[in-house]
């Protein structure tokens, strides 16, 4: 059973910076596929980053191109999202997943067996 405990929210204003971090307990290997996603009130859950832990395969949202840096510490056993230039519409609970067992086809689209409890941003302009 993997346990994932996210951590890092805050509030900030409007071009500010803030890292999320992902700590994954239980078992996790290579061929995990883990991503952050978010869901702000009244709007679904979207996608923000996923990484293929084996091979650092990273894929983004069109919304936080050029503005988020997912990342892996395999000793901590820790997933990081860095996001800058943060703006009003990053306000949202922060969600890190884990999927097991995908390999290369890591992607936004895949089966996500764990998640976390979540991590609140808050960005004002």
């Known amino acids: 059973q993997v346990q994932l405990v996210e951590s890092g929210g805050g509030s900030v204003q409007a071009g500010g910076s803030l890292r999320l971090s992902c700590a994954a307990s239980?078992?996790?290997?290579?061929?995990?596929?883990m991503g952050w996603f978010r869901q702000a009130p009244g709007k679904e859950r979207e996608g923000v980053a996923t990484?293929?832990?084996?091979?650092?395969?990273?894929y983004y949202a069109d919304s936080v191109k050029g503005r988020a840096t997912i990342s892996q510490d395999n000793a901590k056993n820790t997933v990081y999202l860095q996001m800058d230039g943060l703006k009003p519409d990053d306000t949202a609970m922060y969600y890190c997943?884990?999927?097991?067992?995908?390999?290369?086809?890591?992607?936004?689209?895949?089966?996500?067996?764990?998640w976390g409890q979540g991590t609140q941003v808050t960005v004002s302009s």
């Open positions: 990484i293929y832990l084996g091979g650092g395969n990273i």
């Open positions: 997943a884990a999927a097991n067992d995908v390999g290369w086809a890591c992607s936004m689209n895949s089966a996500w067996n764990y």
């Open positions: 239980g078992y996790t290997y290579s061929r995990t596929c």
